[in-house]
């Protein structure tokens, strides 16, 4: 994913996986909610910026009237991690995953989107790009023009 960085504080939601989920078998709960429930953990690198992901949370899988659910809800994220801007910015950024709750109420297997947010937590821009011709040539044309009016009124007045 590429993302336009310009502040501190801006977020990026993107998709960052997804979770399967069969249907129902039989009539289950594993009841963890609000107890404890299933401890899952995923890590993982990134190339660029390099960098170690790892995220933790639990999970509660439950089957009942005619459909599967899957809630996950994730506890930790990762990061800070470097990144710089093809304008010569700079920065660092966080990332953490969305909590998730789905419900397939097919008879087939179903693929969910795991959703992540990408926070920016710090920014420093870097140089701005080279104007465009179009631009130059408007600037050019009017200082062309002060020129010449600055000539001619030199002019009128010596006569």
């Avoid at 087939?108 to 040539?137: D, H, K, W």
Wanted: with cysteine; proline share 6%; net charge negative.
């Amino acid at each position: 994913e590429n993302f336009i960085v310009t502040a501190n504080g801006q977020t990026f939601d993107f998709v960052f996986g997804q979770f399967s989920i069969g249907p129902q078998l039989a009539e289950s709960d594993s009841g963890c909610f609000p107890g404890p429930c299933v401890p899952i953990a995923l890590t993982g690198n990134f190339t660029s910026p390099a960098g170690s992901l790892s995220f933790t949370g639990v999970f509660e899988e439950a089957e009942g009237l005619g459909q599967r659910s899957l809630q996950v809800d994730w506890l930790t994220g990762s990061g800070p991690f470097a990144f710089t801007t093809l304008e010569g910015g700079s920065g660092t950024f966080n990332i953490e995953l969305i909590d998730f709750l789905e419900i397939n109420g097919t008879t087939s297997t179903q693929l969910y989107n795991q959703s992540a947010r990408i926070t920016i937590t710090s920014f420093t821009p870097g140089v701005t790009g080279v104007p465009e011709p179009t631009t130059m040539l408007l600037l050019g044309s009017g200082m062309a023009g002060l020129i010449i009016s600055k000539r001619r009124r030199r002019r009128e007045t010596a006569q």
